[in-house]
């Protein structure tokens, strides 16, 4: 089994949801964890194992890391798309990910060339918005 080498972008909240889950994930190893802005994590001891770092720079130009698992601030989540979509890297990014026309223009046009984006939309499988939903739609409300 080959391993895939990836790095987590962002560890707020949903970050930490999302490192739960990809530490279970037997062929990926988390080369780097970036983090922006909040320095209190650098004294988080359930983070100390893991490579942490505030240069973006490091993980988008570092050739072994394919895969890109961006969880950060929603204002953030298109600029940083495109430039790991310019990086080629496969792509994880929580939604919303677009904030306006010129955005969907630009990563439509990365996309183009591979499909290395998968937007998550966590709730999509909820049975209680799901059930909310069908009343909303049964108009019984």
Do not use: C
């Not at 530490?23 to 909040?38: C, G, H």
């Not at 988008?60 to 394919?66: G, P, S, W």
């Not at 630009?106 to 499988?125: D, Q, T």
């Amino acid at each position: 089994m080959k391993v895939k080498i990836t790095s987590l972008i962002g560890i707020g909240y949903w970050g930490k949801v999302h490192l739960k889950y990809l530490k279970k994930i037997k062929d990926i190893s988390i080369k780097n964890i970036f983090y922006q802005k909040n320095n209190k994590i650098l004294n988080d001891e359930s983070l100390k194992k893991f490579n942490l770092t505030n240069k973006i720079n490091k993980i988008l130009n570092d050739n072994t890391i394919k895969f890109i698992d961006v969880v950060t601030p929603i204002h953030t989540h298109a600029s940083i798309v495109i430039k790991f979509l310019r990086k080629n890297k496969k792509i994880l990014v929580e939604k919303p990910l677009l904030m306006n026309k010129n955005q969907e223009n630009s990563i439509n046009h990365l996309i183009k060339k591979s499909n290395n984006l998968v937007v998550s939309y966590p709730y999509y499988f909820s049975k209680s918005l799901n059930f909310a939903k069908k009343i909303i739609d049964s108009k019984k409300l």
